[in-house]
């Protein structure tokens, strides 16, 4: 399911690596609307740029997996 033009206020970006040492980044985010926390993890090494306590609208794919829903980042601008 997509969810597209959601207003969002970033929490926390965060660099981390994986046992491999594969770096992602950990970013953590509320939505305007109804102040929901989330918390996503992503390859997309250019989303460290994000600034904390910014206002953005993004884009996301929540989708079934093996563990759960999984929530993921189309785009933030």
């Not at 992602?24 to 939505?31: D, N, P, Q, T």
């Not at 918390?39 to 996301?60: G, Q, R």
Request: hydrophobic share 35%; proline share 4%.
């Amino acid at each position: 399911m997509k969810i597209e033009n959601s207003e969002i206020i970033i929490l926390s970006v965060t660099e981390k690596a994986k046992q491999d040492g594969t770096p992602y980044v950990y970013i953590g985010f509320a939505s305007l609307s109804d102040g929901t926390p989330f918390n996503v993890s992503s390859t997309d090494m250019e989303l460290l740029n994000l600034e904390p306590f910014s206002k953005h609208l993004a884009s996301f794919t929540l989708s079934d997996s093996k563990y759960g829903m999984r929530l993921n980042v189309d785009s933030i601008e």
